[in-house]
């Protein structure tokens, strides 16, 4: 079974985060969110979340993909700890999945996980001047996945879904959420 980990940090937005734990989760994917920080995170729109584990508690090698969520204040707060630096360094050169959306994905152009070659979006306006910027709703790009923002989260996550197992199970769960196939 794949293993995906979710990184929380404090402004992170919530609807990137929850959809796409919930969703990876329908799917039979397992999931870890991690903290940055014990106790809970207090995401964009003020709504409290506690995460599985702290980013301590867990070990790297045992994820298939690492999945972060936007959201202005959370992508700072995990483009500044050294920890996730190292986890997409890390995963990169394993080549091992990595997914970001809305403001996330310029976490992975500021710390060149993303090369001037591949294609990605990110949400309007946070590093749309990068080469390689589509400003699509996700791009997929070698091992990276990219979407826009919090109306591209079930997409995105359906994606994940397809990548991390089939389409078969991708249909299955949007089906089941009742969103349009």
Not at 53 to 62: A, H, M, P, R
Request: glycine share 8%; proline share 5%.
């Amino acid at each position: 079974m794949p293993k995906v980990l979710v990184p929380f940090a404090d402004g992170m937005e919530e609807m990137e985060a929850v959809i796409v734990v919930d969703t990876l989760r329908r799917a039979g994917i397992e999931v870890v969110s991690a903290s940055l920080k014990e106790g809970p995170v207090t995401a964009s729109r003020g709504v409290k979340l506690l995460a599985d584990k702290t980013l301590d508690e867990i070990n790297s090698d045992d994820f298939d993909m690492i999945v972060l969520p936007g959201g202005n204040a959370g992508t700072k707060s995990l483009a500044s700890d050294r920890r996730i630096s190292e986890l997409l360094r890390n995963s990169k050169r394993e080549g091992r999945w990595i997914a970001a959306i809305c403001a996330a994905p310029s976490i992975l152009v500021h710390q060149n996980i993303l090369s001037h070659e591949q294609k990605f979006t990110a949400f309007p306006g946070v590093v749309s001047d990068a080469p390689g910027y589509t400003g699509s709703r996700l791009e997929i790009s070698d091992k990276i996945v990219t979407s826009i923002g919090p109306g591209s989260a079930f997409e995105f996550s359906l994606e994940l879904i397809r990548i991390l197992t089939d389409q078969k199970t991708a249909e299955r769960v949007q089906s089941a959420l009742q969103l349009p196939l």
